[in-house]
C-alpha cells in the first residue's frame, strides 16, 4: 500500500524558515512529478511548487525566490524549503507524487502538515 507521509511543519515567526519533507513508501516502481501544494483557511487549495523526475521544476509567482523544492529520487522523498516565511505563507502544506506501484498508478496526495507563520 502507497503511503505518503509529510512532516516538518510548525511554528515560525516572519523571516523565519521552515523545511518540509514527503516520503513515499510502498511498492513503488516509479515517480514521476512530485509536488507541494497548500490550503489557507476559507482558499481553495495551491500549487506551490512542483518538480519532475528529472529535477525540473515550477513555483507559483508568491514563492519564487524565496521556496526551493528538490528531491531523492533513492528514497523517494521531496522536500521544501521555505525561507524568508511571511504570514500569508501560513497554511495547511500538501505533498502530492504522480507514481506508479506494484498494484495502481495515479496521484496520491498526503494527510499535510500545518505551517504557521507569526506575524
Known amino acids: 500500500q502507497v503511503q505518503v507521509v509529510e512532516s516538518g511543519g510548525g511554528l515560525v515567526q516572519t523571516g523565519g524558515s521552515l523545511r518540509l519533507s514527503c516520503a513515499v513508501s510502498?511498492?513503488?516502481?516509479?515517480?514521476?512529478?512530485m509536488g507541494w501544494y497548500r490550503q489557507a483557511p476559507g482558499k481553495q487549495r495551491e500549487l506551490v511548487a512542483l518538480i519532475t523526475r528529472g529535477g525540473s521544476t515550477n513555483y507559483a509567482d508568491s514563492v519564487k525566490g524565496r521556496f526551493t523544492i528538490s528531491r531523492d529520487n533513492a528514497k523517494n522523498t521531496v522536500y521544501l524549503q521555505m525561507n524568508s516565511l511571511k504570514p500569508e505563507d501560513t497554511a495547511v502544506y500538501y505533498c502530492?507524487?504522480?507514481?506508479?506501484?506494484?498494484?495502481?498508478?495515479?496521484?496520491?496526495w498526503g494527510q499535510g502538515t500545518q505551517v504557521t507563520v507569526s506575524s
Open positions: 510502498g511498492s513503488i516502481f516509479s515517480i514521476n512529478h
Open positions: 502530492n507524487a504522480d507514481l506508479r506501484s506494484s498494484v495502481s498508478f495515479g496521484i496520491y
